[in-house]
């Protein structure tokens, strides 16, 4: 150790110890001062320039006394969800009544004369302005057919189609002529049907009338519940329509290219049957097992 370098320290450590035993209180280390949070003071926040700062607002007093809401209440306004129910077709046919073969007669030269390939798809008996919607509803349907009570009517209508164009036409007895392309009722699917090879013995041009059965024929044949409901009648096309093929009356015969269905008119009833179009023998009758 050095003890020349330890003798110079000694006066000074004395000195300061006697001091404080004058002033009579011992030594103390020095506290630091506390530190403010910024939680405890606020400091001002100055105003922008050319703006003179704003007091702090003072929390509003709470109210006294009863708290009357004077503000009118409205009745909550519940909007409509009826729809109203469509309007159901009266019109009804004025012209002649007539058979379904004498119709086919005076619409099958028509057709022929709209196109030279023209084939039969439907003939039934519509109401006036309907025809356009026979291949998008179901036969019976009271806004689009009408009853041909005792197998005949007054507007009767055929829907013809043309393989080469690809067309179909509705020809009625009032003399109105509807292109069913236009008015959207001919789908691809009827397109293929009714151009397929099944549907080529119903060309029109062809087609010998006087060996069909005449619907007035057909109409005594039908049972009780669709008499006493009201007869619809058409002739269609099974195999194009989609029907086909039908049951043949005796196992091993050839399927009915060209039918006739008798239906009630009654949308309660189900009740229908269907004919051979060349035999006028009974194919289907719902009312037996």
Known sequence: MNLRRTGALLPAILLVFLTACDNGTPATPSTAPTATTAAAVSSPTPAPVGEVATPAASAPAAPTGTVVDAAPV????????EVPAPTAVKATATGEAVTSLQALTELKARAISWQSDARLVMLANVRPGQAARLLGVALGDPDVTEPTPGGKGRNW??????PSTKGAVALTMDGSQ??????????????????????????????????????????SKASDAVQAAGIGIAMLAPD??????????????????????????DPTQQAFLFFDGMTGEVLIDSAKP
């Open 178 to 219: 509807t292109d069913l392309v236009k008015e959207g009722a001919l789908t691809d699917d009827m397109v293929q049907s009714f151009g397929s090879d099944e549907m080529a013995a119903l060309q029109l041009s062809s087609l010998d009338v006087s060996k069909l059965v005449d619907s007035d024929e057909l109409a």
């Open 74 to 81: 409205a009745s909550p306004t519940i909007p409509s969800t």
């Open 157 to 162: 209508a055929l829907i013809a189609f043309s």
């Open 240 to 265: 194009g329509l989609g029907l086909g093929p039908l049951p043949t009356p005796a196992a091993g015969g050839q399927p009915a290219q060209l039918a006739y269905e008798l239906f009630s008119t």
